[in-house]
């Protein structure tokens, strides 16, 4: 079993800056991918931002184009995204994710869920 512990969420101004970590602990050994997606009120969960493994290709929405960083820590097991310019659109609550199917924007392909963290973006 693997846990995902997000953290990072919080209340900001648009134009602000946001950085969320989300920490993996448990059976982590096997090379794995992660995800950011979330979830507004009303909407479904949408996929935000995707690493790989080794870091060296990520993925994101068009929405949060060059506005967010995803980035990873293997040696803390641990990924970051990181948020600029924020908008009251980006309101919402954001879930890491794991995958060890090697599946980046795919819902359905990822394997463990955190618990969410809210972040509330102000106009």
Not at 23 to 48: D, I, L
Not at 62 to 81: E, H, M, P, Q, W
């Amino acid at each position: 079993q693997v846990q995902l512990v997000e953290s990072g969420g919080g209340l900001v101004q648009a134009g602000g800056s946001l950085r969320l970590s989300c920490a993996a602990s448990g059976r982590t050994y096997r090379p794995y991918a992660m995800g950011w997606f979330r979830q507004a009120p009303g909407k479904e969960r949408e996929f935000v931002a995707a690493i790989s493994w080794s870091g060296s290709s990520t993925y994101y929405t068009d929405s949060v184009k060059g506005r967010f960083t995803i980035s990873r820590d293997n040696a803390k097991n641990t990924v970051y995204l990181q948020m600029n310019n924020l908008k009251p659109e980006d309101t919402a609550v954001y879930y890491c994710a794991l995958s060890l199917r090697g599946s980046y924007t795919d819902n359905d392909g990822y394997d463990y869920w955190g618990q969410g963290t809210q972040v509330t973006v102000s106009s």
